[in-house]
């Protein structure tokens, strides 16, 4: 079980040793729940860009390209372990995408929540479950299952009345967990309409609202002028419905936040596939070495010398 010397921490006597039941194995990550400090970002100046990590490796890199926060998404996740994005992964499954990318790096996250897993007590239930996992910030949408990409058609929506219980069930369960409702109501009631549902959430209890799958810049400037001083979520997804806008036309149009949920996935699937290829057809991958991560890179990513380190100080050997 790992310590902290108390001289570190508030409110506990000098040279007291605090046994911290909750801190990750990898050294140097914040003790500050993860709601906390996602809110803490949210309130820096400027929009918040939240690129997509599907995996602890991927969000390694995002953390050294320098974001302050990263989003999990559903189709990251789904298509990760080979299954399409309809729902039809589990809240523990979940938790285990969390709790890696949590652990690897401490930055606060956003969680693509799906539909909440069913009714109140199974929203309740994936609130913990995630919080004690890791997440920062949760998005839950207002669609039925099967539910869809937010940029598919035929979606079939849940009324805004259901979709205001589950925020308020999330509301109720959660310590300090951001909640965002995604709104997939544009296509189907317009603008309006949308917005009509976007208040009724925010009364319901949450933070922030996810209007999905917009299709031009009048509508982002609408949604934002329909709801004054309520935070906005923008979707920017390639090959989607939504025009192709940059973080600061996002921030010139009033949004908050942006996310780009799948491209990391699917530059490395595309990689991966031409290095299955070369395999194939050369019997080596040595026609990949120069696309290829050095091993050296790889170790100084994960911190294999800090761990030996941390490892070496803690059960270092003595003679008898």
Request: glycine share 8%; net charge negative.
């Amino acid at each position: 079980m790992p310590y902290l010397i108390a001289d570190d921490l508030p409110l506990a006597p000098a040279g007291q040793r605090v046994k911290i039941f909750s801190l990750p194995l990898s050294p140097g990550l914040p003790l500050a729940p993860a709601g906390q400090r996602f809110r803490a970002a949210l309130s820096h100046p400027g929009i918040l860009r939240l690129p997509g990590a599907h995996n602890g490796q991927a969000a390694l890199q995002g953390k050294a390209a320098g974001f302050d926060a990263l989003y999990l998404s559903g189709a990251a996740m789904t298509a990760s372990m080979g299954l399409p994005d309809l729902g039809i992964i589990t809240v523990d499954e979940v938790a285990f995408f969390i709790r890696q990318i949590a652990r690897a790096l401490g930055l606060p996250l956003l969680v693509d929540g799906d539909t909440g897993y069913d009714e109140a007590l199974n929203v309740m239930h994936m609130v913990r479950g995630f919080e004690e996992a890791g997440a920062g910030a949760v998005h839950l949408e207002d669609q039925l299952l099967p539910k869809k990409c937010g940029h598919l058609n035929d979606k079939k929506l849940a009324s805004a009345q259901d979709m205001a219980a589950t925020v308020a069930a999330a509301d109720r369960a959660r310590r300090d967990l951001v909640i965002i409702a995604r709104i997939d109501a544009a296509a189907s009631d317009g603008i309006e309409g949308a917005a009509a549902r976007a208040k009724l959430y925010v009364e319901a209890g949450a933070d922030a609202i996810f209007p999905e799958a917009l299709t031009s810049v009048e509508m982002f400037r609408e949604v934002r002028a329909r709801l004054p001083g309520v935070k906005l979520l923008a979707n920017m997804t390639e090959s989607g419905r939504t025009p192709a806008l940059t973080a600061q036309e996002f921030q010139d149009l009033g949004f908050d936040m942006v996310i780009w949920p799948v491209p990391f996935l699917r530059v490395a699937n595309k990689a991966q596939a031409k290095l299955y290829a070369a395999l194939t057809r050369d019997g080596a991958t040595t026609a990949m070495l120069p696309e290829m991560q050095a091993r050296a890179e790889l170790y100084d990513a994960i911190g294999l010398n800090a761990f030996e380190a941390l490892d070496a100080s803690i059960a270092l050997s003595v003679a008898p």
